[in-house]
């Protein structure tokens, strides 16, 4: 029998950190909000279930997805179904809120500092040719030419201290 | 890191306990540093000596250990600094560089800053 392994990366920034898991098939964790501030989610490759412990309801994830857990917290469950690599972006401190998701256009111009993480793919902004785990800041005053390049980014705005 | 703790007081009327906490290394004897009163309620596993030292440590060790770490003094040799800019192990020789240490099962994700 082989017992399914989990391997847990962490990263802290100056505003906000990022985190991610690689699991193997049917490793099952289980993780408090006490010890992760996960806001948003997303899978790079594999599926999982996600749910909170001993509850009936859950959710399945896949490649490409991106999804927030917060609703679950504090307390989330996952069952990995296949090989599984998720990054996550996480608040500092609990009572930060953050608005994320992936972005889709072309053109990208933000209402107040933001933060652009590249979470898969090599996607081109502003003629920079990113990869995984790249981050900037974008500034309000500014416009960003996008070109995902078959890639995935994620955009993230804090919208209270 | 190993640690080390040492109960000074027990008061059955109440089940709480006086107990210090510190690392095994530390520059100072454990009696001098801050006493922490605990009440030995069901957060404790009273089982045996080994669920008892795992407990204990998890619900105030660990803490009161970090908070030590954090207000002993800092030698002036031991002031770290912070490199900014492009990674060159060259700049880093002579620095003192100050590092987060995280669980074992944690492993740092190396991210790099973008200016667009």
Wanted: hydrophobic share 35%.
């Amino acid at each position: 029998m082989t017992i399914p392994r989990y391997k847990h990366f962490f990263k802290k920034l100056d505003k906000f950190s990022v985190c991610a898991i690689k699991a193997d098939p049917n490793w099952i964790g289980v993780e408090r909000d006490v010890e992760c501030l996960g806001a948003y989610h997303y899978v790079v490759h594999g599926r999982a279930k996600v749910g909170v412990p001993f509850k009936e309801e859950y959710f399945e994830v896949k490649s490409k997805d991106f999804f927030s857990m917060q609703h679950l917290f504090p307390t989330v469950m996952m069952d990995i179904q296949d090989d599984f690599y998720m990054i996550g972006f996480s608040a500092l401190h609990r009572k930060e809120k953050w608005d994320g998701r992936l972005v889709t256009e072309p053109t990208v111009m933000v209402q107040k500092e933001s933060h652009l993480i590249c979470f898969d793919g090599n996607p081109i902004v502003n003629g920079k040719q990113l990869e995984r785990f790249d981050y900037a800041d974008l500034s309000p005053d500014r416009t960003y030419e996008i070109n995902l390049n078959g890639g995935a980014l994620g955009l993230f705005t804090e919208v209270s201290v | 890191m190993k640690s080390i703790f040492k109960i000074s007081e027990y008061k059955p009327e109440t089940n709480q306990i006086i107990i210090r906490f510190c690392r095994l290394h530390a520059p100072k004897n454990i009696d001098e540093y801050r006493p922490v009163s605990l009440d030995l309620d069901e957060d404790i596993d009273l089982y045996d000596i080994e669920t008892f030292t795992q407990t204990i440590m998890r619900k105030a060790g660990e803490k009161w250990i970090e908070r030590h770490e954090d207000s002993e003094e800092l030698l002036f040799e031991n002031i770290p600094e912070t490199p900014k800019g492009m990674f060159n192990i060259e700049d880093l020789v002579g620095k003192v560089i100050s590092c987060e240490t995280y669980k074992q099962s944690r492993e740092a994700i190396k991210m790099r800053k973008v200016e667009l």
